[in-house]
């Protein structure tokens, strides 16, 4: 089976960077998902890695290291309206490939 | 497009009661999935479909049932509700493809239920 782990609750001040990590152990893997999810809302889809290395996004960035099971999310130029939860997710290789999510990273950035 | 659409909204259900979330999605995705969020909690999948005519059970199936009436639809059932039922239930769909896209979930908006 799949399990992630991912800290509860992360803080930080408007124009700082935040890193959210993710480890993971998986029987498979085939690429590592982050989603963001603000409160009451629906989770959208932020970035995917399939291999190890940095992928850009704008203010986001998202990290992948295979041999290590371990990956990050970077937010820079944090923003008020990056106040959210954020999710790491895996692949299931187990039959048919189904994402498997972790139990979230709440983000709180306070002026 | 509407994307992925969930009816009801809201609902509040009493112990026992049954009712059907209804799901359907304009994307032509064959991939359907059901998933609850309790507080704090990730998602964790109930049942999905691969495709049309197909269902199977996900993380925790248990005291629900699932039917995909067609490519569009995909409707998940809570037979005799129980306040353990109360969650978030969210819809998703995935695009067939191979890398990047084939990974990105596209959610509805969620039905809130309650059972008292």
Redesign the interface.
């Known amino acids: 089976g799949q399990s992630l782990e991912q800290p509860s609750e992360v803080t930080a001040v408007e124009g700082a960077i935040v890193q959210i990590n993710c480890t993971y152990q998986t029987s498979g893997f085939y690429g590592l998902s982050w989603y963001q999810q603000h409160d009451g809302g629906a989770p959208t889809f932020l970035s995917y890695n399939a291999l190890d290395g940095l992928e850009e996004t704008g203010r986001f960035s998202s990290f992948l290291s295979r041999s290590d099971s371990y990956g990050y999310l970077l937010l820079q130029e944090l923003q008020m309206k990056d106040s959210a939860s954020y999710f790491c997710a895996v692949r299931d290789t187990t039959g048919f490939q189904k994402l498997v999510f972790g139990t979230g990273t709440r983000l709180l950035v306070s002026p | 497009n509407a994307g992925v659409t969930q009816t009801p909204k809201f609902q509040v259900l009493k112990t026992g009661q049954s009712m059907t979330l209804q799901c359907a999605q304009d994307m032509n995705h064959n991939?359907m999935?059901w998933y609850r969020q309790d507080p704090?909690?990730?998602?964790?999948?109930i049942y999905?479909s691969?495709s049309e005519g197909t269902t199977?059970k996900?993380e925790v199936p248990n005291g629900y049932n699932v039917s995909r009436l067609n490519k569009r639809e995909f409707s998940l059932r809570l037979e005799s509700a129980a306040p353990s039922q109360t969650s978030v239930y969210?819809c998703a769909t995935t695009p067939p493809t191979s890398?990047?896209s084939?990974?990105?979930?596209?959610?509805?908006?969620?039905t809130r239920l309650t059972v008292l």
Do not use: V
């Open positions: 991939s999935y704090g909690m990730g998602l964790r999948l999905y691969a199977d996900g969210f890398g990047s084939y990974n990105e979930q596209f959610f509805g908006p969620g």
